[in-house]
């Protein structure tokens, strides 16, 4: 026997209807989908070193599919190996430096190497064996040494090429995507803790308590968003954490206003009235009878944030004032590669421009999904 909508709960119901609608579950899968690549980004990227921020000055402004012989010399300083959580955290710093190579052979207890320094130039070098092996000279080559030197070619393919530094497009990318979800994340429960409360406040009391924070809205509102936010973060200084504070703080009027608008109509009800007369304090009434009334278009404003956010912060560091080098941001990728879209090599730029709008666009369609999940009126689960 099928259940009829009197014998689901209204969660059921609005996740049946999500469900059907494609698009929203499109994006669910794509968000899904980053915050897992995000998790492991580390693990995922071809450069696993922190920040992704191994520099191979050589193979700098490369092609998609630029594919190179390394040879990996061991450094003269020991690398302490992480464990798997701050690998996961922070990357690995790699055991070896990389120096791209054209062609090598192995004479006696050296390895000569043309070295790539462009497409059209190449330039000898010769590195001792042991040296390559151990960072240090230690010794004759044995047999098993000059074995073990020819693992040490090996061949890397920049998949979606290499920016300036001669850094991997497709490792930044990957790490880079962290700053995104993370600022979204912070920005939209800074606002919504910010919004809430004062909607609730101003919807519930209203009187001068709504006149006050109305008017706190409306002056705020007033002020274009990029430059307040750049107000901030002048004021808090540039860095990480300053932008998630700086962005969730220009987004709180949004939720603040539909906070309001919801409780002034809920306040009425006749469930509300009986937490009164019962003798409820306001708080309780507030936070256990009304506000989970409401979550429906709270969810729906924090995922159109969340996007907003994420534009918000690439254009922060595309302006030089958000995320900081080395640390790789989409915005900030674009702002150092974005010369290349007029030359041979657009897609430095258009990769992360790309990553930006998917991401985007993902969250867009899950809070259309969730608006008309959580709409009942004339809809049947």
Known sequence: MSETPGQTSFSQQAWRRLKRNKGAMAGLVVIGMAILTGIFAYFLAPDGSPFANEMVLEVSGQKPGFTVQMLAVRKPQAVERKGFFHRMMYGQESEYTYIPIRSYKITG???????YVDEETSLEERHPIQQVLYGKVTGAASAAGVAAVR?????????????????DILSRLLVGIRVSLSVGCIAVVISLSIGIFMGAIAGYFRGMADEVIMWLINVIWSVPTLLLVFAITLALGKGFWQVFIAVGLTMWVSVARIIRGQVLG???LQYVEATRALGYSHFRT?????????LGPVMVVAASNFATAIVVEAGLSFLGVGVQPPEPSWGL??????NFIITHNPLLALAP??????LVLAFNLLGNGLRDAMDVKGKIA
Do not use: C, W
Request: net charge positive.
């Open 333 to 338: 990728m674009i702002k150092e590669n974005y």
């Open 353 to 358: 421009g790309i990553a930006i709008m998917i």
């Open 151 to 167: 693992e040490r070619v090996i061949t890397r393919t920049y998949r979606l090429g290499s920016d300036k530094f001669g850094r």
């Open 286 to 294: 507030i936070a256990r009878h009304i506000l989970p009334n409401i």
């Open 266 to 268: 809920i306040r009425e």
């Open 109 to 115: 207890t050296d390895i000569i190497i043309q070295k």
